[in-house]
């Protein structure tokens, strides 16, 4: 159980145009999703929080209007990346808690991430 | 300072050997705490949490000091499947903090 799937892998894509990417629970209902994002040799950082039927919660640095979160179902959220640029070329990986089997620990599960590279 | 910190290694560890990580965190308002291991190119997997009172599953011992903000991993008879980049995490209560990782090598 608690199994998150992400689409596309990875993507290749030409600069100044935009990117979706999908991050899906496959077998549990996710209230909360978060978005990471990890450039090479680097550490995780959390993005955003997408709560389903609210607006996102960015992190400090983290623009809003480059990065459209959408969370319009319980196991759907989607990030997308507009006017993409060779900086914006990374590892982005989603997770999502199940509130039944998170436990007091609140276990985020992962997505397998989408590489993106931005030409 | 950085929000987690670990020695990022690399470690290179004979097989059989035993190899201990530790990181510290700076926001004593942390709540929960946890080891993920990660593959190259690949997602975090959750290794294990981490509690005051110390776990252990297998080979694998964590233990928490909330008073010195400080996370340990031990790994005993270590395998060659062991190798990898083990990431020490926090939860403030939402996202997760991540550190570095610390990058580690078994040798044959």
């Known amino acids: 159980g608690a199994v998150v799937s992400q689409h596309p892998s990875w993507v290749i894509c030409k600069s100044g145009t935009s990117v979706k990417i999908e991050c899906r629970s496959l077998d549990f209902q996710a209230t909360t999703m978060f978005w990471y994002r990890q450039f090479p040799k680097q550490s995780l950082m959390l993005m955003a929080t997408?709560?389903?039927?609210?607006?996102?919660?960015?992190e400090q640095g983290v623009e809003k209007d480059k990065f459209l979160i959408n969370h319009a179902s319980l196991t759907l959220s989607t990030l997308t990346v507009t006017s993409a640029h060779p900086e914006d070329s990374s590892f982005y990986i989603c997770?999502?808690?199940?509130?039944?089997?998170?436990?007091?620990?609140?276990?985020?599960?992962f997505g397998p991430g989408t590489r993106l590279t931005v030409l | 300072r950085k929000e987690v910190e670990q020695d990022p290694g690399p470690f290179n560890v004979p097989e059989g050997a035993t190899v201990a990580f530790n990181c510290t965190y700076s926001n004593s308002a942390s709540q929960s705490f946890f080891w993920y291991r990660q593959d190259c190119r690949k997602e975090p997997k959750l290794l294990m949490s981490?509690?005051?009172s110390g776990n252990e599953d297998g080979r694998f011992t964590a233990q928490l000091n909330r008073a010195s903000q400080y996370i340990s991993l031990l790994i005993r008879d270590s395998k060659l499947s062991d190798s990898a980049t083990y990431l020490c995490v926090v939860n403030k209560g939402g996202g997760l903090t991540f550190g570095k990782g610390t990058h580690l090598i078994i040798q044959p």
């Open positions: 981490v509690y005051s």
């Open positions: 997408s709560n389903e039927g609210s607006k996102a919660t960015y």
């Open positions: 997770s999502a808690t199940d509130p039944i089997t998170s436990g007091s620990d609140n276990e985020q599960f």
